[in-house]
């Protein structure tokens, strides 16, 4: 069964830095460096937002407009992980954070999704 | 403000039949698939319906997805109190080249 653990939350300062990372295991049908990968994100209370989607080989990246320039999204194949690295982040950050495997071209859909990294920024 | 709308809340009884819809426009319903995702309290979205009408694994034929312009409804038969969850629609916009959601729909069984 397709599996996907996040890590790396946490409580910082705004203007700070953090670095999520999601593994991926049981891609039993097809492998992770066939997939899209894509970051949600849910502030609390709020409802999902689609943060970032990055295609198998990293040749296609998309951002939310309020990410751009601050996130990055990255993955290592060999790995099986994908990552969002995200600098100066601000209050309005705080959410939790799921990785989700995406479906894509021609359809787009999130079939499989991690529990969620906390991310917290707050002085 | 999401850039596809739905309905904050939605309810009905135990085994009667709801829809939640979700309004969009031309760069996203009107021209990708829409999805339909359930979330309890503090779990992860789990998918239900992708491809706008195609039922995910092991999801029961209760639950039903259908497109038409720019709008996309997601049905409920037989409601059970177990279906007390939010509901989000989401797809692809091309003009914006993101990913977008619904804000999400409440569901109460009454």
């Known amino acids: 069964e397709a599996q996907l653990v996040e890590s790396g939350g946490g409580l910082v300062q705004p203007g700070g830095s953090l670095r999520l990372s999601c593994a991926a295991s049981?891609?039993?049908?097809?492998?992770?460096?066939?997939?899209?990968m894509s970051w949600v994100r849910q502030a609390p209370g709020k409802g999902l937002e689609w943060v970032a989607s990055?295609?198998?080989?990293?040749?296609?990246?998309y951002y939310v407009d309020s990410v751009k320039g601050r996130f990055t999204i990255s993955r290592d194949n060999a790995k099986n992980s994908l990552y969002l690295q995200m600098n100066s982040l601000r209050a309005d950050d705080t959410a939790v954070y799921y990785c989700?495997?995406?479906?894509?071209?021609?359809?787009?859909?999130?079939?499989?999704w991690g529990k969620g990294s906390t991310v917290t920024v707050s002085s | 403000q999401s850039v596809l709308t739905q309905p904050p809340s939605v309810s009905a009884a135990p085994g009667q039949e709801v829809t939640i819809s979700c309004s969009g426009s031309?760069?996203?319903?009107?021209?990708?698939?829409v999805s339909w995702y359930q979330q309890f309290p503090g779990t992860a979205p789990k998918l239900l319906i992708y491809?706008?009408?195609k039922l995910y694994l092991g999801i029961p034929g209760r639950f039903s997805g259908s497109k038409s312009g720019t709008s996309a409804t997601l049905g409920i038969t037989g409601l059970q109190t177990g279906d007390e969850a939010d509901y989000y629609c989401?797809?692809?916009?091309?003009?914006?080249?993101?990913?977008?959601f619904g804000g999400g729909t409440k569901l109460a069984v009454l």
């Open positions: 989401g797809t692809w916009d091309s003009s914006l080249s993101a990913g977008v």
């Open positions: 031309g760069s996203n319903i009107g021209s990708n698939s």
């Open positions: 491809d706008n009408n």
């Open positions: 049981g891609f039993t049908l097809s492998s992770f460096s066939r997939y899209w």
């Open positions: 990055m295609k198998e080989d990293g040749s296609e990246i």
């Open positions: 989700a495997r995406l479906v894509r071209q021609p359809v787009f859909y999130m079939d499989v």
